[in-house]
């Protein structure tokens, strides 16, 4: 039997003369090749020893979930730029916070912001971290982690996690008496405010995936309602892989590409999320040819580009 390796997408064009997708259908033996290439990154890149430098390493430096959560909020919420800029922001922010990221947020009081003063990342201040930091205070003498606080939010019955996402971080924002500052709504940009959230997507995949580098502390959300967390590495390489057509990513497309994934693996959509960056994050794929490519499990994709 020949095998099938065509990825069919099926395009209308409207009056306007833009081309807007109205099908994609993976037939099975495209979505067995898929699951073979993401199982086999997933094994290669799926490790506790291989997640630096991605953030996700600050939440193993501590070893109590409360800790845990708060380190992974805060790195997660300092996760742009540049790789190193990212990792040097969020070790100085903790260095400053102290042995205890749970402790620190609980006791913060205004006074407190001494220790902020000076924290740049980019277009951060220590001032919008010291506001961040009062809003986690306030769900945690609420509720008592910022998990319990998201579960008010939360609805199983929901397609995805993004109205849970969207309602905690209006609801944050809300909290914030006075001015609320643009570097502050930055930090908890939510699907609301019209972006991908990739930054928030990615601490609800360490938060709720449980494996070897998803910490899974939080239990009581179910992992498939996830979405992925689209930065310019996922967008261009699900793009690569027919996933999606646009150049440039939105919620939509973050949505679009979650249900490609959820074809191949339906009851966990993120999980090959940490593994597939690695080939844009660690092997520097830029989506083109180069020295290298031949070593790249994505090489039997792409030599079908009509690009390539």
């Known amino acids: 039997m020949p095998v099938c390796k065509t990825l069919f997408i099926n395009f209308a064009v409207p009056a306007d003369g833009k081309i807007m997708e109205m099908t994609h259908t993976i037939t099975d033996t495209k979505q067995s090749e898929l699951k073979t290439i993401f199982h086999g990154l997933y094994e290669k890149y799926n490790h506790r020893e291989l997640i630096k430098p991605d953030p996700l390493q600050f939440v193993y430096e501590y070893s109590k979930p409360a800790d845990m959560e708060i380190a992974g909020f805060l790195a997660a919420s300092l996760a742009y730029g540049r790789v190193e800029q990212i990792e040097n ?67 199983d019955g929901d397609e995805n996690i993004i109205p849970a996402l969207s309602s905690f971080c209006e609801t944050l924002l809300n909290m914030k008496k006075g001015v609320v500052s643009q570097g502050l709504k930055f930090l908890l940009a939510g699907p609301n405010l019209g972006g991908v959230a990739k930054r928030l997507n990615m601490f609800l995949r360490w938060m709720v995936r449980k494996d070897d580098v998803d910490a899974g502390l939080w239990r009581s959300i179910d992992k498939s309602k996830l979405i992925i967390p689209v930065d310019v590495h996922i967008g261009r390489l699900t793009r690569i892989l027919g996933f999606h057509t646009h150049k440039n990513v939105s919620l939509k497309t973050a949505v679009e590409i979650t249900r490609r994934f959820a074809e191949i693996e339906p009851a966990d959509p993120v999980r090959y999320d940490f593994a597939l960056s690695r080939i844009g994050i660690v092997e520097n794929c830029t989506g083109r040819k180069r020295n290298g490519c031949e070593y790249c499990e994505l090489l039997g994709v792409c030599k079908r580009r009509t690009d390539w």
């Not at 070790?91 to 006791?107: A, C, D, E, M, T």
């Not at 913060?108 to 010291?130: C, E, M, P, Q, Y």
Request: cysteine-free.
């Open 89 to 155: 922001s969020v070790q100085n922010l903790l260095s400053r916070i102290g042995k205890s990221p749970y402790g620190f947020v609980l006791n913060f009081k205004n006074k407190d912001s001494v220790k902020l003063a000076g924290f740049k990342h980019r277009f951060n201040t220590g001032d919008d971290i010291a506001d961040l930091i009062l809003l986690l205070q306030k769900i945690i003498i609420e509720s008592g982690s910022i998990e319990k606080y998201f579960l008010k939010f939360y609805d």
